[in-house]
């Protein structure tokens, strides 16, 4: 059976760690911490991810899947106000996604965080 424990305090899933050698379930998002009983038989795992599945590498002329025409978006090198722009999640899951913008014009490349 798999037992999920949430934060009492803002509702966010915790996660098993080590706090000063005992076993903890800590908040990913206040922090806040609760001690695991002694009974409780904790599991974790690492997925390790290679370079490669961690890389996107766009070539001079191509874009991405999904990716879209917008305008209202001011390029940071020649001003044009023309870009595509694609979602990514680059970071953890619980984290917001990461919008990358290129120009129509220069086809400089850049992103933003929400």
């Not at 059976?1 to 996660?15: L, R, Y």
């Not at 990716?67 to 870009?83: F, T, W």
């Not at 990358?100 to 992103?111: A, D, P, Q």
């Amino acid at each position: 059976m798999i037992v999920v424990k949430f934060c009492p305090k803002c509702n966010s899933m915790m996660v098993p760690k080590k706090s000063n050698g005992k076993n903890v379930y800590r908040c990913t998002k206040c922090g806040y911490e609760k001690e695991v009983p002694e009974t409780t038989i904790v599991v974790t795992s690492k997925v390790k991810h290679s370079i490669k599945e961690k890389t996107l590498v766009l070539e001079e002329e191509e874009m991405p899947s999904g990716a879209q025409k917008i305008k209202g978006v001011l390029c940071p090198s020649c001003k044009n106000d023309e870009a595509y722009f694609w979602i990514l999640q680059t970071r953890r899951a619980d984290e917001p996604p990461t919008r990358f913008y290129k120009c129509t014009k220069c086809g400089k490349v850049w992103r933003e965080y929400e």
